[in-house]
C-alpha cells in the first residue's frame, strides 16, 4: 500500500476493531484485549510514521506516542486489577497513567498551536471559547464532582483532575483551530481525535456523576480516539508546513464564528438563572469572574477589530501594498523632514494583457509583480500601489533606479502563462514644495515622458512643465484648426519598379497655422495622441484620402494609383467601432475595401487587445495592413505572428546607407527575404536617390518610396517618365 493510503487503511481497521469489541461480552477478556491492542497499536504507528514521514518538527509526535502508550498502560493496569486481582479500585494505580497520559497529549497540542501563525484576533476567539465551555464544564462538572460528599478526598482530586485536565485539552484545541493556516488534514484529524477523547471523558464524568454509569458504551469514543489519532500521524500532511493564509481571508468573522462567539458571551449571565447555581456563592464568583474575562476579551477583539480597519483603509487590498492615501500621508511627512524622492512605475501593457489572459491571472500578476518591486527597493523604501496599474515608491535617500526598472526586465510566471511586462518610471523630487500631490504630479509627468520616448525612466525638471503648457496651448489651436479648415492632406507616391508605375500613394496631414505658419507633424501629430484629437483628425483624414482616390479613379481611369494607405493611430484601434467607421467611409466615398491600406506602427499594436481586433475586422473587410517603420522596434519578429499583416513598409533608418556595404544592407536583404518567406509585400521607404533605388531593386524590392519618386503634395504627377529608372 502507498504511503498516502496507509491512513485511511488504519482507520478502516479501528472502526473494525471497535465493531467487535461491541460485538464481544462487554465484561471479557477478549473485548479488552482488542481494545487495548487498538491503543497499542495507534501508539506504535504515530512512531512508525515519524519514520515514514520525518516531519521537520518530530518533538510533538514524539509526545502524542507518549500519551497514547501512557493511556494503554493504564488499560492494562486497570486489567490486572480486574483479572489478575478481582479488583476494582478507584482511585488506583491504572489512574496514574491516564492522568499522566494527558500532559504528553496537551503538551504536543502546545507546540502544534505554537507552530502555526494565528493572529491575535483568532487567538482572542480562541480565548473566548475556551472560558465559555470551561465555565460550563465547572459548573456541570467540576464543581459538583469536588463538592460530592460521598466520596473521598482522593476520589474528588482524580474525579476532578479528568475534566480539568480535558479542559485545558479544549483551550488546546481552540488555539489550534483558531489559525486557519494551520488546518491541514493532519490537524484537523488531529482536532477529532482530541475531541473523540474529550468528549468521551466529559460525557463519562457526568453519566458517573448523576447516574453512576460504567461508562462501557463509551469505549468506542475512546477506541476511535486512539484510531483518529495514529491516523494523523499517517496522514502525509504531517509533514507539511502550515499552509500560507489569504491575506483577504485574515481576522474574517464568518457568520458560524460569530455565532459561536456570542453564544460564549451571553453563557455567563445566562447560567445564572440557574437557580442551583445562581443560589451558590462559589458558582457566583466563578461566573462573574468568566463574564468579566469574557468582556475584556471582546473588547480586545474590538481595539483589534478598529486596528485592523484602520490599517486596511491605508492598504491596498490586493496587493498588500501601501494605497495612495498612506503613501501621500507618508510622502508629506518625509517633505516634512526634509528630501524625499518618488518614483512613479507605470505598466504599459497590462490592460491588454488583462484582458487577453483574464482578471483572475491579471490580479496574481500584479501581486508577484508588487513582492518583486518590494524585493527591489529595500527595506528603507515605502512601495505603494497608487492606482490599477501604477506603483509608487518613496525614496528618503537616492535609491538605485536601475534596479527598480530592472524589476520588469525578467519575465513573470503565473500558472501556466510566463508574461512579460513593459513600464515607464518617472522620478519627481519635492525642490521648492512640500505639498504630496505636486510630486506625485511631477514623477507622473517624467513617467509618461518616458513611456513616449521609450527611455527606462525620466527625472521630472522644470522644462517638462513648460512643455506640457505649450502642448496644451498646441492641443487648444489644434481643435481650432479642425474647425477651420487648416489642415490638408497630401499624398507620396508608392512606385512599381522597373515600371516606374504610381500603384499606391501614401496619404499625410500636413498645418498650416494662419499665424505660425506650417508646422511639422512631428510636432502636432504627439499632441493630438495625447488629448484624443488624433481620432477626429484620423477619421478625416480617411475621409479625404477615400474620396481623393475615388476622384482619381473616375478622372484618370487606369493612370490612377490601386491604392491609398491612411495611417492608423493607436487611440484610432483601441476603439471597438473603428471597423464600422472605415466601412461608413468607403461606402459614402464608393470605393472598395481593396483600394484602401491601413498603415500601424509597431508601439499602436503592441499592447494587443483591442487594437488586433481592430486588424482582423478591418482584414475581414478586404482592407489591405501595412505595418510601418518595420524593424526599428524591439518587437518586429513577434508581432508578425500575432498581427494581420499583408505588407512591411521598412524604415528609412536601413535604406539611408543601402549602397555602402555593411550592416545596413545585411539587414536590409534580411527583411526582403522575410517578407517572401511570408507571403508579405515588401515596400522601402525613405528612397532619396537613384543609386539607391537601384540598389533596393538588386536585394528584390519591387515597392519603393521616397523623396526621389516624388514629395508628398496635394495632387501628385503619376507620370514619373522623368524619373531614373532602376537598373
Given amino acids: 500500500m502507498r504511503k498516502a493510503g496507509w491512513w485511511g487503511g488504519w482507520i ?26 487498538t491503543g497499542l497499536a495507534a501508539g506504535l504507528l504515530i512512531l512508525v510514521a515519524v519514520r515514514l514521514h520525518r516531519p521537520a518538527r518530530p518533538a510533538m509526535w514524539y509526545l502524542f506516542a507518549a500519551g497514547q502508550i501512557l493511556s494503554v498502560t493504564g488499560d492494562f493496569t486497570w486489567e490486572y486489577y480486574e483479572y489478575v486481582r478481582h479488583e476494582e479500585p ?7 497513567f491516564y492522568v499522566a497520559s494527558y500532559l504528553p497529549l496537551i503538551a504536543g497540542l502546545f507546540l502544534l498551536v505554537r507552530r502555526g501563525r494565528g493572529n491575535g484576533g ?19 462538572v467540576l464543581h459538583p464532582v469536588a463538592a460530592g460528599e460521598s466520596a473521598s478526598t482522593l476520589e474528588r482530586v482524580i474525579s476532578t483532575a479528568y475534566p480539568a485536565l480535558d479542559a485545558l485539552l479544549l483551550t488546546m484545541l481552540a488555539g489550534l483551530f483558531a489559525d486557519p493556516a494551520s488546518r491541514t488534514p493532519s490537524t484537523r484529524l488531529l482536532g477529532l481525535a482530541a475531541m473523540l477523547l474529550l468528549v468521551s471523558d466529559v460525557a463519562f464524568s457526568v453519566a458517573s456523576l448523576y447516574w453512576g454509569y460504567d461508562g462501557h458504551l463509551l469505549d468506542g ?34 457568520p458560524r464564528r460569530l455565532a459561536v462567539l456570542g453564544g460564549c458571551s451571553v453563557l455567563a449571565p445566562s447560567l445564572l438563572f440557574l437557580p442551583r447555581i445562581g443560589a451558590d456563592r462559589l458558582d457566583r464568583a466563578v461566573v462573574a469572574a468568566a463574564a468579566v474575562l469574557l468582556f475584556l476579551l471582546g473588547l480586545a477583539r474590538m481595539a483589534g477589530f478598529v486596528s485592523k480597519i484602520r490599517r486596511l483603509a491605508m492598504q491596498d487590498d490586493l496587493t498588500g501594498l501601501s494605497n495612495r492615501r498612506h503613501f501621500a500621508e507618508t510622502l508629506g511627512a ?19 494583457l488583462n484582458d487577453e489572459v483574464g ?51 525578467d519575465p513573470i510566471r503565473v500558472g501556466d502563462h510566463e508574461i512579460l511586462l513593459v513600464a515607464g518610471a518617472g522620478v519627481g523630487d519635492g525642490t521648492g514644495t512640500s505639498d504630496p500631490a505636486e510630486v506625485l504630479r511631477r514623477a507622473g509627468v517624467a513617467m509618461y515622458a518616458a513611456k513616449r520616448t521609450g527611455e527606462p525612466y525620466r527625472s521630472w525638471s522644470p522644462a517638462m512643465d513648460e512643455r506640457a503648457g505649450q502642448n496644451a496651448r498646441l492641443g487648444a489651436q489644434m481643435r481650432a484648426g479642425l474647425d477651420d479648415g487648416q489642415f490638408r492632406v497630401v499624398y507620396q507616391p508608392i512606385v512599381a519598379v522597373p515600371e516606374r508605375r504610381v500603384v499606391a500613394v501614401e496619404a499625410l496631414v500636413r498645418w498650416d497655422h494662419p499665424d505660425r505658419g506650417p508646422i511639422s507633424p512631428a510636432h502636432f501629430i504627439p499632441v493630438a495622441e495625447q488629448n484624443g484629437l488624433i481620432v477626429e483628425l484620423g477619421e478625416w483624414i480617411l475621409v479625404t484620402a477615400c474620396r481623393q482616390l475615388a476622384r482619381w479613379r473616375a478622372e484618370l481611369g487606369d493612370r490612377a494609383p490601386d491604392k491609398v494607405s491612411v495611417n492608423a493611430s493607436a487611440r484610432q484601434l483601441a476603439r471597438p467601432g473603428f471597423a464600422a467607421t472605415v466601412t461608413r467611409v468607403l461606402a459614402d466615398a464608393g470605393l472598395p475595401a481593396r483600394c484602401l491600406t491601413i498603415e500601424v506602427t509597431e508601439t499602436a499594436v503592441f499592447e494587443g487587445g483591442q487594437a488586433i481586433t481592430t486588424l482582423h475586422e478591418l482584414r475581414a473587410l478586404g482592407v489591405r495592413i501595412a505595418l510601418d517603420d518595420f524593424g526599428t522596434g524591439h518587437s518586429s519578429l513577434r508581432l508578425l505572428q500575432t498581427v494581420p499583416v499583408d505588407i512591411l513598409k521598412v524604415d528609412k533608418l536601413f535604406v539611408d546607407h543601402i549602397t555602402e556595404a555593411g550592416r545596413p544592407t545585411v539587414i536590409a536583404r534580411s527583411l ?27 536585394l528584390g524590392y519591387r515597392l519603393l518610396q521616397g523623396y526621389h519618386f516624388g514629395r508628398p503634395v496635394a495632387e501628385p504627377d503619376f507620370d514619373l517618365t522623368g524619373v531614373r529608372a532602376a537598373a
Avoid at 12 to 37: F, K, M, N, Q
Avoid at 335 to 352: M, T
Fill in 12 to 37: 478502516a481497521v479501528g472502526l473494525l476493531a471497535t465493531v467487535i469489541h461491541y460485538l464481544l461480552p462487554g465484561d471479557g477478556l477478549r473485548s479488552d484485549l482488542v481494545y487495548d491492542a
Fill in 90 to 96: 478507584y482511585p488506583s494505580f491504572a489512574d496514574v
Fill in 122 to 140: 483568532s487567538l482572542l476567539d480562541a480565548a473566548m471559547v475556551a472560558t465559555g465551555l470551561g465555565l460550563a464544564m465547572w459548573v456541570f
Fill in 221 to 254: 469514543g475512546w477506541m476511535m480516539a486512539y484510531v483518529v489519532w495514529a491516523a494523523a500521524a499517517l496522514h502525509p500532511s504531517m509533514s507539511a508546513a502550515a499552509a500560507p493564509e489569504r491575506p483577504e481571508s485574515a481576522n474574517r468573522v464568518s
Fill in 334 to 352: 518625509a517633505l516634512a523632514a526634509g528630501r524625499a524622492e518618488v518614483v512613479l512605475l507605470g505598466l504599459s501593457n497590462f490592460k491588454a
Fill in 359 to 409: 482578471q483572475v491571472i491579471g490580479d496574481r500578476l500584479l501581486v508577484l509583480f508588487a513582492g518583486r518591486l518590494r524585493a527591489a527597493v529595500g527595506e528603507g523604501a515605502l512601495v505603494a500601489r497608487v492606482s490599477g496599474d501604477e506603483f509608487a515608491v518613496l525614496l528618503t535617500e537616492s535609491g538605485d533606479m536601475d534596479r527598480i526598472v530592472a524589476t520588469v526586465h
Fill in 672 to 698: 526582403i527575404q522575410i517578407s517572401d518567406g511570408l507571403g508579405l509585400t515588401a515596400v522601402a521607404e525613405g528612397v532619396e536617390t537613384a543609386a539607391q533605388a537601384e540598389a533596393l531593386y538588386r
